[in-house]
């Protein structure tokens, strides 16, 4: 048996002999906004750190900003004089980029499996729930779902245009759902499919979505969560850099327009034991049920993690398919948790509350700590959409008083960290107080 060490050198030697003009490899990571960190690295010291020389970088590039400033959380950042905190490479992840101009390579970093991982690193996050439920014989399957938006390459005073219609040469300012707005966008979507393939991800169905310049890309299931995490994450940075390479703009960003519906990021989860039986679908479903009650039950209090920013917020309650409560129903797609129709070895829950860009590690880290509470509570319900449409549970619909109901929870504290959670919430608290410092010519016309 192969120890990591030799694999992951194996793995870039074998790399380099495939692709000898890479010259440099991206070593990156996410940070708690969703925002890739790293280095550059020269491929022959790539070789050296698979080898097992040491990978450090500051411990506290984790907690930048959405802008990329630090703030002071606690003791760190300013307190703790900027330590530095090792990493290790993620085998299987290095990976040739396509939409750069010059050849270059990527390659996943990260904290957990380290002597010391950094409890608020969200890769670490996630590990620490993934190895919990493996403990107790549960199993994940997971798929994600990403909605987003082409807009035209360049602003218009700071403000997003319409993508241009290749064929045409006019703005694609027409929302539908037609699958003519595939082929005029074939281009780009297909080097976009393409180029996540090539990066190891399983792209499945692409649908062109309701609002102008929208569409939604799908990923094969997966029994390993952290892998299925890791798509969704490096799907956003190749689908941006594709974008550019074709003159466009690609952004994930929740609620772009205030007349169109927002981009989500859904995901599907199915749980199985050990010998291959799906939990959720035993003794008539009831394991179904418990799982939705916890989900519905935390719901409320991890709004920080599925609405990152004071935009994701603008997108719930609008017309289309964007819940103001915590609500569950079958097949039905104005629910936060969604039950499609399938067969028992294939139920699963659909999350669909989370926004475009949230943090796909802590997004899931969430739901699954949802659905181990449920399963542990067993408590019932709320009645479904499909019964009473009014069904459901109040959550906060601002980040302040969302981070309020996040800090104190104490199952989060318990199953996600009590020292995360502390991190996090201040960390989106002093974000969103630092986008608050700015008037707008608005405020100028209606106060001045």
């Known amino acids: 048996m192969k120890s990591p060490a030799s694999t ?17 490899v991206d070593l990156i990571a996410l940070d708690i906004p969703g925002h890739f960190y790293g280095k550059r690295y020269p491929i022959e010291m ?3 750190v698979a080898a097992g020389s040491p990978l450090k970088l500051p411990q506290n590039a984790v907690l ?11 003791d760190y950042c300013f307190n703790d004089g900027d330590p530095d905190a090792n990493r290790r490479l993620v085998p299987g ?7 750069e101009s010059q050849p270059l390579g990527q390659m996943l970093i990260t904290s957990d499996g380290t002597e010391a991982p950094i409890p608020f690193e969200p890769r670490e996050v996630l590990a620490k729930v993934l190895e919990r439920l493996q403990h107790k014989g549960i199993h994940p399957v997971v798929a994600f779902e990403l909605e987003f938006y082409l807009f035209d390459k360049k ?34 979507l297909d080097d976009m499919a393409q180029t996540a393939k090539d990066q190891g991800i399983d792209i499945t169905v692409i649908t062109a979505e309701i609002g102008p310049g929208q569409f939604e890309i799908n990923f ?10 890791d798509w969704a994450a490096l799907f956003c940075r190749s689908t941006r850099g594709v974008a550019l390479k074709h003159g466009y703009r690609a952004s994930f960003m929740a609620k772009p327009y205030l007349q169109f519906p927002g981009s989500g990021m859904h995901v599907h989860v199915s749980l199985y034991d050990a010998a291959g039986n799906n939990l959720l679908a035993a003794h008539q479903q009831q394991p179904l049920r418990h799982a939705v009650a916890g989900c519905l039950e935390l719901l409320p209090h991890c709004m920080p993690i599925f609405s990152p920013n004071h935009n994701a917020f603008r997108r719930l309650g609008a017309a289309v398919n964007a819940a103001t409560r915590a609500s569950w129903g079958f097949e039905d797609r104005d629910a936060c948790l969604r039950i499609p129709e399938s067969d028992p070895r294939n139920l699963r ?38 019964q009473d449409r009014s069904s459901g549970t109040d959550f906060p619909l601002e980040m302040l008083e969302a981070v309020r109901a996040m800090q104190h929870q104490a199952v989060l504290r318990d199953k996600l960290g009590a020292e995360f959670v502390d991190v996090y919430c201040e960390n989106k608290r002093q974000d969103h107080l630092a986008f608050q410092q700015e008037i707008n010519a608005r405020e100028y016309r209606w106060f001045l």
């Open 46 to 48: 790539l070789e050296k």
């Open 8 to 24: 992951l050198l194996a793995e870039v030697r074998t790399f380099r002999q495939n692709h000898p003009d890479v010259r440099y």
């Open 220 to 229: 094969g299931h997966l029994d390993d969560g952290m892998r299925a995490a």
């Open 155 to 188: 602003l218009d005073q700071g403000l997003p245009q319409f993508a241009r219609d290749p064929l045409s040469d006019d703005a694609d300012d027409q929302p539908n759902l037609h699958i003519e707005r595939l082929s005029r966008f074939s281009a780009v």
């Open 64 to 74: 930048l900003g959405v802008q990329g400033g630090l703030f002071k959380i606690g």
């Open 349 to 386: 829950i659909e999350h669909r509350l989370a926004s475009a860009d949230a943090n796909p590690y802590l997004v899931l880290a969430a739901i699954l700590v949802g659905l181990e509470h449920g399963l542990e509570a067993q408590r019932e319900p709320s009645a479904p959409l499909n």
């Open 93 to 99: 992840t290095l990976k040739p980029v396509s939409w």
